[in-house]
């Protein structure tokens, strides 16, 4: 039995989540099958999504209580 998504580490559910996808694209389940791993990839990014927030906050806090300016959003084109 799969585990919840609660309880999956994020590089565990982004590994799974990367599976769903592999195996929908290649259309070899059936559509009661696919609608399953669609439900089940759903789940998944929304508790990674949570975790993300939460690590966000978490990196926030130990930010400002080290003295240091807010996050500022990461600037890719600006390398």
Do not use: C, W
Request: glycine share 6%; hydrophobic share 30%.
């Amino acid at each position: 039995m799969a585990k919840k998504p609660e309880n999956l580490s994020f590089e565990d559910s982004l590994s799974e989540l990367e599976k769903i996808v592999t195996d929908l694209e290649h259309g070899d389940v059936s559509l009661d099958d696919a609608l399953k791993q669609f439900e089940r990839g759903i789940k998944l990014v929304r508790n990674s999504q949570n975790k993300l927030e939460n690590a966000q906050q978490k990196v926030s806090v130990l930010m400002q209580q080290e003295g240091g300016d807010t996050l500022k959003p990461y600037d890719i084109e600006g390398e």
